[in-house]
């Protein structure tokens, strides 16, 4: 059963932590992405990677971390940097192809609340 | 920067109701897509379009590419409880390795 899994659904944080949250494919896609969203807004982009060992910072970048050590997962680190780090934090991935952006397939994503 | 609008930021409809939301980017497009977002889940891929004047239909959504390919459309005709959600619209960034993504617009249908 191919897909994208993001673990765990919700997750709760004390403030000042650090979280790490999961995504994990077996789509055998190349590219990966993290979005945030916040209630009633659009996707954010956090950061992405086309390839084992590479990344780039997208829009809201800061107060997060990535690693792509494996093809198949994407881990994000929400540091203790960020603002306001309560969000809908959403994994995606697609193939990379000539015609450049193909469509994206989202995980479930996780609810993270930190107080 | 590059961007995308898209308008109306929200819709209310009667059941049986048509609706139409509408994207623009700030930039010529190579292709279009549109995504749907239901309350409390994640954005699923509804459709791309590539062609210039595409106009692609599945069911009772209709979704066209306009002919400059800088502004797209998707249209539901008769909606149902079924269509609640956000729709999204994203092309590609202009180094094509991410998406710009619309805001998206939030329908409501009232039984």
């Known amino acids: 059963d191919g897909g994208i899994t993001q673990s765990p659904k919700y997750l709760f944080r004390k403030e000042g932590q650090n979280v790490t949250l999961s995504c994990e494919q077996n789509?055998?896609?190349?590219?990966m992405y993290w979005y945030r969203q916040d209630p009633g807004q659009g996707l954010r982009l956090i950061y992405y990677?086309?390839?084992?060992?590479?990344?780039q910072k997208g829009d809201i970048a800061e107060g997060y971390s990535v690693s792509r050590e494996k093809k198949e997962s994407f881990p994000l680190t929400v540091t203790s940097a960020q603002k306001n780090p309560t969000a809908f934090y959403l994994c995606?991935?697609?193939?990379?192809?000539?015609?450049?952006?193909?469509?994206?397939?989202f995980g479930p994503g996780t609810r993270l609340t930190v107080t | 920067g590059q961007q995308v609008m898209q308008i109306p930021q929200y819709q209310h409809v009667q059941e049986g109701e048509d609706f139409t939301t509408y994207c623009n980017s700030s930039t010529t497009l190579s292709n279009i897509q549109w995504y749907k977002q239901r309350p409390g889940g994640h954005p699923v891929f509804l459709i791309q379009l590539v062609k210039s004047g595409e106009v692609k239909k599945q069911k009772r959504l209709t979704f066209q590419f306009g002919e400059a390919k800088k502004n797209s459309s998707l249209h539901i005709t008769a909606t149902q409880t079924t269509d609640v959600g956000t729709y999204f619209c994203a092309g590609p960034a202009g180094n094509n390795r991410k998406l710009i993504w619309g805001l998206g617009t939030s329908l409501a249908v009232n039984p």
């Open positions: 789509l055998n896609h190349d590219a």
């Open positions: 995606a991935s697609s193939i990379i192809g000539g015609l450049g952006a193909y469509e994206q397939y």
């Open positions: 990677s086309q390839i084992v060992n590479d990344f």
